[in-house]
């Protein structure tokens, strides 16, 4: 076999490359700026300034540019597919999708259209969001979503979680994180009888995807559901077997 050198190509071996956003923030195991959290060897990019207040809060239009720089940098180090570490950036969705020669699958969010094919018409997908007030309709356009199709909750009343991932104290007690998203799957869960599937928007609550599938027995899928399923198709295996 023969291999060759691409300029500006310093590394190999990961198809996935992720855009990180420029935030202080504790990442467990599951995480998705948390490389162990993937059987696979990933690439990580952090884009300077473009912090959570400018992409949840302000959805600033000039993280447009950056992004896409960072994320033609990865293309060049040798991934193959583009995903980041929030689902807020669904903003940017058809953007980069445009500017970029790969696949690009910025916000968990993408999943929800595929998630209600799969229920009856009458059924819905309940979103989990680290911020709900500011989860808009301009995201759900922006991901193909059906606004009438998804129910959603955020997790502003949370101490623990939403200042790690939204305030940025630095500190996380994951026990407490646990305790604080399995009860608001079940608030979501409780407050709509139609909700047959979760959707974890936030890329920091895969972690805790188990423990809100054994709380509310739905299908959970999160940022790790969809970055798997699309490493999959970019690395498909040989079967073997006995016929």
Do not use: W
Not at 17 to 40: E, H, K, Q, R
Not at 95 to 105: C, G, I, K, W
Not at 133 to 139: F, I, S, Y
Request: charged share 20%; proline share 6%.
């Amino acid at each position: 076999m023969i291999y060759c050198a691409r300029k500006g190509q310093y590394s190999a071996g990961q198809a996935i490359g992720i855009l990180l956003l420029d935030a202080m923030l504790p990442l467990a195991p599951g995480d998705v700026a948390n490389a162990t959290s993937y059987p696979f060897p990933v690439i990580y990019k952090t884009v300077k300034a473009a912090s959570s207040h400018r992409l949840i809060f302000e959805r600033d239009p000039e993280l447009a540019q950056p992004f896409i720089e960072a994320g033609l940098e990865l293309v060049q180090q040798g991934a193959r597919a583009i995903t980041s570490d929030c689902g807020f950036m669904a903003l940017f969705q058809e953007q980069l999708a445009e500017a970029l020669p790969v696949p690009v699958m910025l916000s968990s969010i993408l999943q929800v259209p595929f998630i209600h094919r799969m229920l009856r018409k009458r059924e819905k997908v309940g979103i989990l969001t680290a911020q709900g007030q500011n989860l808009t309709d301009r995201h759900f356009r922006a991901a193909g979503i059906d606004e009438s199709t998804v129910v959603v909750l955020g997790m502003e009343d949370t101490e623990n979680f939403y200042g790690a991932f939204i305030t940025e104290t630095g500190v996380l007690d994951t026990d407490i994180a646990r305790e604080e998203i399995v009860g608001q799957a079940r608030k979501l869960v409780a407050s709509d009888p139609s909700i047959k599937a979760i959707l974890l928007e936030c890329s920091n609550m895969p972690p805790y995807a188990f423990a809100v599938q054994e709380a509310v027995g739905l299908p959970v899928f999160d940022f790790n559901t969809m970055i798997n399923h699309v490493f999959s198709a970019l690395e498909q295996r040989p079967y073997q077997g006995y016929v």
